[in-house]
């Protein structure tokens, strides 16, 4: 199953499918068989980089709706 990811407003990040997820050193997270994880956007999660839902608590407020990105610029 492809990788789905949903910017969900006002919330986390979804995840879906077959993905791995690694921290800055690139040791990668044991998520425990799970295919779908919600990861944190708010920056108050008490398990970051994992959504525990505190966004609701916190108040944080971010509207997502799906747009296009500029062509990528050639590198000189």
Same mark, same amino acid.
């Given at each position: %199953? #492809? !990788?789905?990811?949903?910017?969900? @407003?006002?919330?986390?990040? $979804?995840?879906?499918?077959?993905?791995? &997820?690694?921290? %800055? +050193?690139? +040791? =990668?997270?044991? &998520?425990?068989? $799970? !295919?779908?994880?919600? &990861?944190? $956007?708010?920056?108050? @999660?008490? +398990? =970051? #980089?994992?959504?525990?839902? !505190?966004? =609701?608590?916190?108040?944080?407020? @971010?509207?997502?709706?799906?747009?296009? &990105? #500029? #062509?990528?610029?050639?590198?000189?």
């Amino acid at each position: %199953m #492809p !990788t789905k990811i949903v910017v969900k @407003s006002h919330g986390s990040i $979804r995840v879906e499918g077959d993905f791995e &997820l690694y921290d %800055m +050193n690139g +040791n =990668k997270f044991d &998520l425990g068989g $799970r !295919t779908a994880i919600s &990861l944190c $956007r708010c920056g108050q @999660s008490k +398990n =970051k #980089p994992f959504c525990d839902s !505190t966004h =609701k608590e916190c108040g944080f407020q @971010s509207e997502i709706v799906a747009h296009a &990105l #500029p #062509p990528v610029q050639p590198k000189v």
